[in-house]
């Protein structure tokens, strides 16, 4: 056999130790890139992608609070058909309407509503009230405002789409979402249209942040806009749906998503900041309350996070479940789980159970949220066939025990 030169020798080993340095430069590249990892994971540490784990801070879910007493004042039953959405606070006492078509003003005092008027036309969301008018959006697609002293119609204006909520207040214009699908800003004084935007989507209800809106669509897309104008000022693609109105707080942007988390966006630019994961999917509004991020889910819980970085802080379940905004005042959320048939007082910041009132009415359970009238009244609408409104007194310290409770026995509710 043929003896290999030493020049092709030496050649051969230095293929073979080009091939081991090339192998050990893998290696090397290989431990850099794993210890850069934690690295990574410093950066996005408040990104999460499991179930939230329980919380181990201080804020402990179900803490006593001080017991509030809720206490029915009295019903407005005037309405022929179930209540087309929320009712709107309107100075001491409120507006509300039906799918029929009626809007009634109403005193929480009682005993009947200051006014009323039959609309043209089915309703398919609730009244908002402001400045001395109440503007209502019919299921045909038209935009009504009236005088809030007496319900006179001051003017009308066709939208070209159904209403998917209330008319929303922004930089000296009114802001509604259409199913079109498109955002569309008018003129308060004359319904004037000063623009429209179509949306890539579905929407639901805007947030306005001073002179910007933030919208969401099940299209997957937040759109951030200025007011009037609807010029966008940068989108950001979430590949699955917006289930709930976005919360703006402290320059960022707070979003629910189909896929059952969270997202935290900058304000400025749209950039994603963290995200958590939910048990369920959020369809109420999101609430900021002394640094907590307060997010109600169809899973029956609130889960309470840090609005900086998405930590869980504490955890509270209910027994139905959470699909109806919240009602808030000072020291307290008011919710009223579906098919529950109460109104619950909790208190912040632990959300311990202060309060509770129970509807006795077989069969039926509240079907909007609570709005608050004043601070120690609030009302609440139920009623599947035809609406109804319950106002509802709200005072410290529990109720009066019954003749039939134990001494000892907490009082019966």
Not at 53 to 67: D, K, M, V, Y
């Amino acid at each position: 056999m043929p003896q290999r030169s030493g020049t092709s020798g030496r050649k051969h080993l230095s293929r073979a130790q080009g091939r081991a340095a090339a192998r050990f430069a893998v290696l090397v590249l290989a431990a850099a890139l794993g210890s850069g990892g934690p690295a990574w994971a410093r950066r996005q540490k408040s990104v999460f992608h499991g179930l939230p784990t329980e919380p181990s801070s201080a804020l402990r879910p179900g803490a006593t609070a001080e017991p509030i007493t809720l206490s029915p004042i009295w019903t407005f039953d005037g309405f022929a058909a179930p209540l087309a959405g929320d009712p709107a606070a309107l100075g001491a006492g409120l507006v509300a309407s039906d799918r029929a078509g009626r809007l009634a003003a109403l005193d929480p005092g009682g005993p009947g509503p200051t006014w009323s008027v039959e609309l043209d036309g089915p309703l398919s969301v609730g009244p908002m009230a402001a400045d001395g008018v109440i503007l209502q959006a019919t299921a045909a697609g038209e935009l009504v405002a009236l005088d809030a002293r007496d319900g006179r119609t001051l003017w009308r204006v066709a939208l070209g789409g159904a209403p998917v909520a209330p008319p929303a207040l922004a930089a000296g214009s009114v802001l509604l979402a259409t199913d079109a699908p498109e955002l569309i800003a008018l003129r308060p004084e004359d319904g004037r249209i000063l623009a429209r935007l179509p949306l890539p989507g579905r929407p639901v209800a805007p947030e306005i942040a001073g002179e910007m809106a933030v919208v969401g669509t099940d299209h997957g897309m937040v759109l951030a806009l200025d007011v009037p104008t609807l010029r966008v000022r940068w989108r950001r693609y979430l590949r699955r749906a917006v289930t709930a109105p976005p919360l703006v707080h402290d320059k960022r942007i707070y979003v629910a998503v189909a896929d059952r988390s969270l997202r935290c966006l900058r304000l400025k630019s749209g950039r994603p900041l963290w995200r958590q994961r939910t048990g369920s999917i959020t369809g109420a509004r999101l609430l900021v309350r002394d640094d907590l991020l307060y997010v109600q889910c169809y899973d029956n819980d609130i889960y309470v996070l840090k609005p900086g970085s998405g930590h869980l802080m504490g955890r509270v379940r209910l027994d139905h479940r959470l699909i109806l905004d919240g009602g808030v005042t000072n020291d307290h959320l008011f919710v009223a789980p579906f098919t529950e048939g109460t109104v619950l007082g909790l208190a912040f910041p632990y959300l311990g159970m202060a309060g509770r009132f129970r509807l006795e009415a077989q069969g039926e359970w509240f079907t909007t949220r609570p709005v608050i009238v004043s601070g120690d009244r609030l009302a609440v609408g139920y009623g599947r066939d035809a609406g109804r409104i319950l106002f509802l007194s709200v005072e410290a310290g529990p109720p009066p025990a019954k003749p039939d409770d134990k001494p000892g026995a907490p009082p019966v509710q």
